[in-house]
């Protein structure tokens, strides 16, 4: 399986810190020439001949070595990390019962409001607002969540444990002290909270406190107190709140400023098994450019355990978009979100001479006058004699004169698609300018934070009146006005630039991502120390703006908390059916779901939709996808039964892959959306589904109706399903045809119904040429 990335947007100074971290593996950072960290996969933990295979490589390799072993795996999995050679990592990846040797990835950070809009987009209210379960009372059905990130806070009053009951008492983990971080930090909201040590890391790193914020921005989204009257200095004002606000949170830190190593994660999922979470959230993975298989991913390989073990793991889908083919974290077992705006808007508009209004996007404090008084200038006309006039437009480093930028506000432009407000905003600041005004169509809906310096976004149909502006004017000026935010912004949802986006590149007869939810500009918990978000003379600020695929997936663990809280009984991979199934595809402009240029969102974008956070609770019919699903995914995805036996504790005695096991037949799994992939156009496919009836009525009658993509023949068959009490299941055939040649990738549904419910799957068919791409 792969390695792991922080999720955060390109513009947040943390992210651009994050950014540097690079790809690396331990034998890269090995303090031996050679040497370096490497994870020893070794399948369940269930297997009595797996456990003592690895006791005895580590009691033969370790007993004068300690100090090379870094972590063991026993609880969900077997194995373990440890400094090894390259040759010794040959060696033992050829031992029996070893899966795979890989070397430690170093994974990336994917970086209050949101939920008043998640429930006010619902379309159909069955309740009014995330429920709180009666059978709570007692402890017994309260959720767990356990986060894998950069810690926590534990001081925010995000945590505060007021008015909850007692923890758990089906709770096995701990509350591992520090020099920083005590027992008494942890409460009856932090219940668990646990750091893992990696020995390239420095020893101040050793506690579960967050020194980064991403997880308690995280932590608090997915199950943070309320918190009244909370803002970033007066931006996004309001209550900030988690979704799952009577959740417990068990923090498991893995992250620090250098990463996130695989070895920390896979020991953060052996523990978090243990310990007895409900719903694991992972707001990381790898970078999009690594496409690491499925035996090397340690975030693949930990979720496939903690599924077995009935734990729902909801992961962040990347933020490398909006090019295709980006998203991460795609195993059929993972819960993988996408991001969304949400219907406010954080405006700094900028005005002209003659008092002319341009839109723009930012977070800033600037001290100017909101009278347009400041000469204009745009970056080329203010070039450095060395610099190039496309260095100089965009306002890259060192491009600008000091002499023509001072005092003036700066026009700058991301010329070349890889530029970003930050660092025009740093470069025209450094030469004494006042304002920065930045043309960016990509960016424009992402508000992020640039301090005290006047900074906005603008896109380029805004920038064209700025232009004609400059050229009829012969003193222009203008002023960049203080941040306001705008409620009951339209339309929203638009996906996020940001967010990754399909197909996967495991497979394309599973659509990912499978659901999306507000990742842009969210309001929740920071780390009460963080003078690089602070405003001077004022106090440190405890909550913060960002966005992010990071900030989509606690959305969901959250809803998926709710769930279980009221579904004790409920897999994982009904849960996931219910938000996938119940997921709305129109926006507050009675329009559908938008990208970021305007164009209708694909499934590829979206996955089945924005979340809901009510209809979710009561979706009528489940698609449970089965361990026997997941064995034969291995089997079509290339693994042979010898090695799958070895990696899952739940195979049958007599399970055996088919002769004719080959990709495609990944369509045939019992997923909630249906991909076809490898559609040659001179042939029909059909796959099966199952469906579990949920609905609370006992006797139920479902009807289907299918939207068809054009050049395309969808007969589902019955057209209509007769349940006679609950827990029944059915079973439905699609039988897709082509009318004409399969020129690209098109998409459909078909949506189970009757008077109360809504059951809808995303189709996606792809070629035989796409799947080759």
């Known amino acids: 399986m792969k390695g792991l990335t922080f999720f955060f947007t390109p513009f947040s100074s943390l992210l651009l810190y994050l950014l540097c971290i690079s790809f690396t593996t331990g034998t890269e950072a090995g303090s031996r020439n050679g040497d370096g960290v490497y994870i020893v996969y070794m399948g369940s933990a269930s297997s009595a001949a797996n456990a003592n295979r690895a006791q005895i490589l580590i009691n033969t390799m370790f007993k004068r070595r300690g100090n090379d072993l870094v972590h063991t795996y026993k609880h969900g999995f077997t194995g373990f990390a440890a400094r090894l050679t390259a040759e010794e990592a040959k060696l033992i990846a050829k031992k029996q019962g070893v899966v795979s040797v890989f070397p430690d990835p170093n994974y990336q950070l994917h970086t209050t409001h949101s939920w008043d809009f998640l429930k006010y987009q619902t379309s159909v209210k069955i309740d009014s607002g995330p429920p709180s379960s009666a059978a709570a009372s007692d402890g017994s059905y309260d959720t767990i969540i356990g986060i894998l990130d950069t810690g926590i806070w534990p001081e925010s009053e995000s945590f505060s444990d007021k008015d909850m009951g007692p923890i758990p008492s089906r709770w096995k983990g701990t509350c591992m002290e520090a020099k920083d971080f005590k027992s008494s930090n942890c409460n009856r909201k932090i219940i668990g909270a646990r750091f893992y040590k990696n020995p390239d890391d420095d020893s101040e790193y050793y506690t579960t406190r967050d020194v980064i914020g991403h997880g308690s921005h995280t932590s608090s989204t997915a199950a943070g107190s309320a918190v009244e009257n909370a803002s970033y200095y007066g931006v996004a004002s309001g209550t900030a709140k988690g979704g799952a606000p009577n959740a417990r949170i068990a923090m498991y830190k893995v992250c620090n400023p250098g990463g996130c190593t695989g070895s920390s994660i896979l020991a953060a999922f052996d523990d978090a098994i243990a310990d007895g979470v409900d719903v694991l959230s992972l707001s990381l993975g790898a970078p999009s450019y690594a496409r690491i298989e499925l035996n090397t991913d340690p975030i693949a390989i930990g979720s496939f355990h903690a599924v077995e073990q009935g734990i729902l793991v909801v992961c962040s889908a990347g933020n490398d978009g909006p090019d295709v083919g980006t998203v991460v974290n795609t195993a059929p077992w993972i819960m993988t ?56 437009r965009t306002c890259d480093d060192g491009s600008l004169d000091q002499e023509k930028v001072k005092g003036k506000i700066v026009l700058c432009e991301n010329v070349d698609g890889s530029s970003y407000a930050s660092s025009a905003r740093d470069e025209v600041k450094s030469k004494g300018g006042i304002g920065c005004i930045f043309v960016d169509d990509r960016s424009r809906a992402v508000a992020s934070a640039y301090g005290a310096f006047p900074t906005t976004v603008i896109d380029s149909k805004e920038a064209a009146e700025i232009f004609s502006y400059l050229n009829s004017t012969k003193d222009p000026v203008a002023t960049i006005l203080p941040t306001v935010t705008v409620e009951k912004f339209t339309p929203a949802p638009s996906i996020a630039y940001f967010s990754s986006r399909g197909p996967s590149s495991i497979t394309r007869s599973i659509l990912k991502p499978d659901i999306t939810a507000p990742g842009v500009a969210i309001l929740a918990a920071w780390i009460g120390n963080d003078s690089k978000i602070s405003l001077e003379g004022k106090p440190t600020s405890k909550f913060n703006v960002i966005s992010g695929t990071s900030m989509a997936a606690p959305h969901v663990t959250a809803v998926a908390s709710l769930i279980k809280s009221q579904h004790p009984t409920w897999s994982p991979s009904a849960i996931r059916s219910a938000i996938m199934t119940t997921a709305t595809q129109t926006n507050n402009d009675k329009g559908l779901i938008t990208t970021e240029t305007g164009a209708t969102a694909t499934p590829y974008d979206t996955g089945a939709g924005e979340l809901s956070t009510t209809v979710s609770m009561q979706p009528g019919l489940v698609y449970e996808t089965t361990a026997i699903d997941y064995l034969n995914f291995l089997c079509y995805y290339g693994y042979n039964v010898t090695t799958i036996k070895t990696i899952s504790k739940a195979v049958p005695e007599n399970f055996t892959c088919s002769a004719d096991s080959k990709p495609d037949l990944i369509s045939t799994i019992n997923y909630p959306s249906i991909g076809i992939s490898g559609f040659k156009g001179n042939e029909n496919k059909t796959v099966s589904r199952t469906v579990t009836n949920v609905g609370g009525d006992g006797v139920a009658v479902y009807t289907v109706s299918v939207e068809t993509p054009p050049g395309f023949n969808i007969q589902v068959t019955p057209e209509k399903l007769q349940f006679t009490k609950d827990g029944e299941k059915l079973t439905y055939q699609v039988i897709v045809s082509a009318t004409a040649s399969l020129k690209k990738d098109v998409f459909g549904a078909l949506t189970w119904s009757n008077a109360k419910y809504k059951v809808r799957s995303p189709i996606v068919i792809s070629s035989e040429s796409s799947n080759k791409n």
């Not at 996408?338 to 600037?366: C, M, P």
Request: aromatic share 6%; hydrophobic share 40%.
């Open 337 to 392: 979100v996408a991001a969304n705006t949400i219907d406010r808007d954080l405006e700094s508009d900028v005005v002209l001479g003659g008092n002319k209004v341009i839109k723009g996007e930012g977070i800033h404090f600037g001290n100017v006058s909101k009278s347009p008084v400041y000469p204009l200038i745009h970056g080329k006309f203010a070039k450095n004699v060395d610099a190039s006039e496309g260095s100089a």
